[in-house]
């Protein structure tokens, strides 16, 4: 039966991956993940695919104390009470979202880190920065089918593919099989699997340096042709049908 390997949220969209062990997942997601994006001082928000070398800083968020922690590599931290600031507005992939600049030391270490002027935003809603769907799940097995496709040494991990939940004791896209149907996690979420996952250029960056190192689009359209223009899918999309609390071990099953 499968079940939740791990968990991984990044309370900053693009920033490193978070592995929780069990997390409150809502109708928007899980409560602490892409709670922030990253804008320039054009008005546009920053991934990976602009500044690769965000995913070298880490990013953990507590809701209790309405505090944020920017963890760097070569060891400083940055931490402080969240500051919001001039409202702000910027398109999220297709759509328009509104937010409040995060002021104070935060965004300045981001800026000095990265050699240009960029500030952390937090969204009005939660969920606004969500890519699609409020969650994404991808099995270990197809993680690893992919690596034997690739057969050029390189390993290929999870963390190109930033799933909330990667699955153990499932086949190889065994995921792609749920869509359109209800799946139980643990004792009390309940997910509606909607989408395959279309992978963007983030995918071909090596997870801990932010550099290139893997045409990853192109090793699955070499066996997953894509359909109807949805370019290279990997993993699934899920909205939450009812939210609790998902945790490490939990099994997960297909509603029938």
Not at 76 to 95: H, Y
Not at 133 to 153: H, K, T
Not at 190 to 202: K, N
Request: net charge negative.
């Amino acid at each position: 039966m499968p079940v939740i390997k791990s968990i991984h949220i990044a309370p900053v969209k693009s920033l490193a991956l978070l592995d929780p062990k069990s997390v409150q997942v809502g109708v928007q997601g899980i409560e602490e993940d892409r709670r922030f994006l990253v804008r320039d001082d054009a008005g546009a928000m920053v991934t990976q695919r602009q500044i690769g070398k965000l995913a070298q800083v880490s990013a953990d968020y507590c809701i209790a104390t309405e505090s944020l922690r920017l963890d760097f590599p070569a060891g400083e931290s940055v931490s402080g009470t969240i500051e919001l600031g001039d409202r702000v507005e910027m398109k999220v992939f297709r759509r328009m979202v509104s937010g409040r600049a995060v002021g104070g030391e935060l965004s300045e270490a981001l800026s000095d880190f990265c050699g240009k002027p960029l500030a952390l935003v937090m969204p009005d809603n939660a969920g606004a920065c969500q890519d699609a769907f409020p969650v994404s799940l991808l099995s270990q097995a197809s993680i690893e089918y992919l690596g034997e496709v690739a057969q050029n040494g390189i390993t290929v991990e999870y963390r190109r593919f930033r799933p909330n939940f990667l699955l153990d004791g499932c086949d190889a896209h065994e995921e792609d099989t749920w869509l359109g149907k209800e799946v139980a996690v643990g004792e009390e979420v309940r997910l509606r699997v909607e989408m395959l996952d279309p992978r963007c250029a983030i995918t071909t960056l090596n997870p801990e340096t932010g550099e290139r190192d893997m045409d990853t689009p192109r090793l699955i359209l070499g066996y997953r042709p894509e359909v109807n223009g949805s370019g290279a899918c990997f993993g699934v999309y899920g909205g939450v049908v009812m939210p609790g609390v998902v945790s490490v071990g939990d099994e997960l099953c297909v509603v029938e």
